[in-house]
């Protein structure tokens, strides 16, 4: 499951005891090839954390060996010291895992860390737990791992595909942490996917930039863009088999979709997971653009939380936007109802049913052939007490 | 005194129907001159409600006699029958005042509405209100026609500024409505002010234009941007004084200011009213995008909520922005303590005291010369209950 369902993975998860609760807090996945290519994409917060400056560094070469993950502490805004604790936290899984036999750089290593902004990670705890996660890795360990990088997530998140190709058996497997600070570019905050396919840097590099566009750049939870977002594709090759780029393609686009999924199931006080369909728009680009704006509008999150499908909010937050349309155009369904016809009122509202927690908004432009999805949270009370009552 | 505290202004406010609770729904401002110039913004919105295509329409030719404003419904999203609803609304005004002796068109009458979207007016209630507030017309109606166009406001809004120029005393007052939808473009739903000051209508659009851009444009409580907003500006020229161009803009910009700190006090739901200053911005613009990005993060308005001064939230919000800056020069104070230094971690932040409902973030970019001033609300679970419980 999870990072060691492709062959030529080990991961361990750990209590390094960062977590002042106890919790698991420390996972390492290590690729035992025979290739070790591997691609990345990161936060395009301009104000990024030390880890997310280290690893793009370290995969500017196209390889990794292995990947080291904390939950406890994002180790973002930590200045000097922190980027010296990510140096230090690489050279720590370089020396482990050359004392079982690997010989590895502090440069083949990605470090990632999630949790609360502005403070420096206790490194007396960490380091050991590396000793510890390094002596449990196992090619069963993806769930600990998965496990390992939760913050505030109620639930770990996993995901796998395996493929027959012409050439033979192949799988891509990952998982996922986020629950909040969810929001385009990307839009969680830790992601590390493997692969046994044979594909080279390049290879993954592409597979995964067009697989990242359209599944996390395209959930937005509530707006708010981390410091630390990382996902990491990494292949070992031990299948043996290279399938052709377009299925490789689909199968990582396949295992983020459905991370994707879960990242909004499990999104910080929410009650609604909204699925947001823009039709019929001039571009792609127009079509993400008003996709995202009605992802925003704070009123709308609200009123689908109360199950009131207040299309007059869908219409203010497309407005909003540079997309081309004409208002009087623009026609809205809400669960299937078109609650808004040529921008004014359509079916009735009250044979909208929103009982469920999945509800989808329609917006169609009627400007075009181009369409988007964008997946998005209500806005809760509950969200609201979780991040009011504690730093995070 | 609202709109009456200049010479030349009539006002009454009146309970039509359109409220089915009863509440004062119907607002007049007439302008009994000698001069009846006026300008006007409005919403940037391109779903822009019928009353506001209408006005901007009536207000080309720089001339206003009246305006008539009604709460209880934006008629915003209603198609040509919310368009026909408009223009008969003003020809009404035009028929009763030219039963008054005022002889005057359809064209001269800007009218403004403020409510639920998506649902048409109620004309059987609305035009015999315009006949009874005409009635009701008076020197001293201001606070009445304030309080007619309440929605979700707890109070309302008003203001007056009264200058001695060279000339002799001038006067410019206002009211305001508005406690949702209030983000830039602007940023509140329905002001209307007047002046007794002798100023062409040129010369009122130059003022309004330089008061708005740094008042209601930099209010933004919850992001969400309104079919609806309008501000009017209206001069009867009755003081015989016209003042000097600075001077003038000064009073504008005095009342503007006034009338926007009330709204933002008054926003649904919130218990916190934040300052945010954007200081040492290479360019004006770039103090404005960064002060909105910081307003429109949902987990510092929620941390703010919680009087947790989340510092690590304001950077991820710069971070999101265009503007000039190096991350490792930032430096970010809550209510005055430089809680981050440099990117990095700053003063104690159990140093900050949020107890008041003003809370004041100055972000330092440390690129320039240059600062604004953004004014938003705090996140709330108040703000979820009333803005998910009901169709507003």
């Known amino acids: ?56 560094q370290v995969l500017a070469d196209g390889e990794l060996t292995a990947v080291v993950l904390n939950s406890g502490g994002a180790n973002a805004c930590t200045g000097p010291q922190g980027f010296q604790d990510t140096h230090a936290t690489a ?3 370089a020396e482990v895992l050359g004392a079982k036999g690997t010989d590895v750089g502090a440069g083949e290593i990605a470090v990632a860390s999630t949790g609360l902004i502005g403070v420096l990670l206790p490194m007396d705890k960490l380091l050991p737990g590396i000793e510890k996660a390094a002596a449990e890795l196992s090619e069963h360990g993806g769930e600990k791992a998965a496990i390992a990088i939760k913050t505030t997530d109620t639930v770990h998140k996993t995901s796998v595909v395996t493929k027959d190709g012409p050439g033979g058996t192949w799988t891509v497997g990952g998982m996922a942490k986020g629950a909040g600070m969810l929001a385009p570019g990307l839009a969680t905050m830790l992601v590390v996917l493997t692969t046994d396919a044979d594909v080279d840097s390049p290879g993954l590099d592409s597979a995964l930039r067009d697989a990242t566009r359209v599944t996390f750049d395209r959930v937005d939870s509530d707006g ?9 594709l990494l292949a070992s090759g031990s299948s043996g088999v290279t399938p052709e780029p377009d299925a490789f393609t689909g199968a990582v686009r396949e295992v983020c979709d459905d991370l994707a999924r879960q990242l909004i199931g499990d999104a910080e006080g929410a009650s ?3 699925r947001i369909e823009v039709i019929n728009a001039a571009t792609e680009d127009d079509a993400v653009e008003v ?7 704070n009123l709308l999150k609200c009123a689908i939380h109360g199950e009131d499908p207040n299309w007059g909010r869908v219409l203010s937050a497309i407005g909003t936007t540079a997309a081309a ?10 669960n299937g109802v078109w609650v808004c016809k ?22 169609d432009l009627a400007a075009g052939t181009e369409s988007a999805v964008i997946w998005a949270n209500d806005l809760t009370a509950d969200y609201v007490h979780e991040n009011s009552a504690y730093s995070s």
Chains 1, 2 share one sequence.
């Open 1 to 56: 499951m999870s990072v060691t369902a492709a062959k030529g993975f080990t991961a361990a998860g750990i209590a390094a005891g960062i977590k002042q609760n106890g919790n698991p807090d420390l996972a390492l996945v290590v690729n035992t090839g025979p290739r070790r290519a591997a691609a990345g994409v990161f936060t395009s917060n301009r104000v990024k954390a030390a880890p997310v400056v280290w690893s793009q």
């Open 91 to 93: 050279e720590k899984v």
């Open 224 to 232: 708010c863009m981390s410091t630390n977002d990382t996902v990491l």
């Open 272 to 274: 609604k997971d909204i």
């Open 291 to 297: 996709g995202r704006s009605i992802a925003r509008n």
């Open 325 to 334: 349309f004409e208002p009087d155009e623009l026609n809205v369904a809400i």
């Open 342 to 363: 040529n921008g004014s009122v359509g079916e009735d509202r009250d044979l909208v049913d929103m009982r469920y927690r999945e509800v989808t908004v329609t917006a």
